[in-house]
């Protein structure tokens, strides 16, 4: 019995390690920033009118951010997914929306556009709530 579960937990890590170094193979020795420029660009020019900068963390990891907003965009690529957490504060109160977008690892400049255009509406129904919510507490 010890020896199956050694043998499923053997086979989830080499999966996982396998998928890690997909991602390296994938971004081709570029940043994940570079390769998701596209969806980078279209949520720096909604959230910061193009004033935001990218701030890397690694070649997996970045945030985008304008130094002065109240918003932060963070992303991380990994085991073929891009994961994008938006956070906004009002009022000193923070609402944080995350995504995950699966198989990310070849995308078009369309397909791009479209998860920056979701995340956008998405992050647009969350704010408007977040903010009612917080005017009905003051």
């Known amino acids: 019995m010890i020896w199956i579960i ?8 080499i999966k996982f390690l396998t998928d890690m170094n997909k991602d390296t193979t994938n971004l081709g020795g570029k940043s ?8 980078v660009e279209q949520l720096n020019n ?3 009118h ?3 900068k990218v701030i890397k963390d690694g070649i997996k ?3 985008l951010y304008d130094g002065e907003s109240n918003q932060i965009i963070e992303f991380q690529y990994n085991t073929g997914a891009l994961h994008i957490t938006w956070k906004y504060k009002y009022f000193q109160k923070e609402v944080v929306h995350t995504q995950k977008f699966r198989e990310v690892s070849n995308l078009s400049i369309f ?5 920056a255009e979701q995340m956008i509406k998405e992050m ?8 009612n919510n917080v005017m009905k507490d003051i």
């Open 32 to 39: 994940a920033a570079d390769k998701f420029e596209v969806i």
């Open 61 to 63: 990891f970045f945030k």
């Open 111 to 115: 397909q791009q556009q479209k998860i």
């Open 46 to 48: 909604h959230a910061f």
């Open 124 to 131: 647009e129904a969350v704010v408007m709530n977040h903010m």
């Open 50 to 52: 193009g004033k935001g």
């Open 6 to 13: 050694l043998v499923i937990v053997g086979i989830i890590v």
